[in-house]
């Protein structure tokens, strides 16, 4: 197990940017897949983006696709989620999420060890 702490959340306007941040406690950092998810008041979770433990592939769903973008940043046992372009839509408490690595970067499940989450709230 991993653990995860998340911050940068807040509240901006639509069309604003935010730089969430996943700070892990492990020294074998390096070895997870690393995720974001997030879940909308009345919603289940839902995948945002992942990237395998090397910091290369990387997948998106297709609603924050060319406005997110994950990095994983293995020196410093972190990992980011840049959100441009933010949207109403886009509310949610987001959560960091890490895997054992061997998975298909496509597959959403596997993630065994998570954050507290972090607000998102975006006005419109």
């Known amino acids: 197990q991993v653990q995860l702490v998340e911050s940068g959340g807040g509240l901006v306007q639509a069309g604003g940017s935010l730089r969430l941040s996943c700070a892990a406690s492990?020294?074998?950092?390096?070895?997870?897949?690393m995720a974001w998810f997030r879940q909308a008041p009345g919603r289940e979770r839902e995948f945002v983006a992942a990237v395998v433990w090397r910091g290369g592939d990387t997948a998106y769903a297709d609603s924050v696709k060319g406005r997110f973008t994950i990095a994983k940043r293995n020196a410093e046992n972190m990992m980011y989620l840049q959100m441009n372009n933010l949207k109403p839509e886009d509310t949610a408490v987001y959560y960091c999420a890490a895997r054992q690595p061997g998975y298909s970067i496509n597959y959403r499940g596997g993630f065994g060890s998570w954050g507290q989450g972090t607000q998102v709230t975006v006005s419109s």
């Open positions: 492990r020294y074998t950092f390096r070895n997870y897949d």
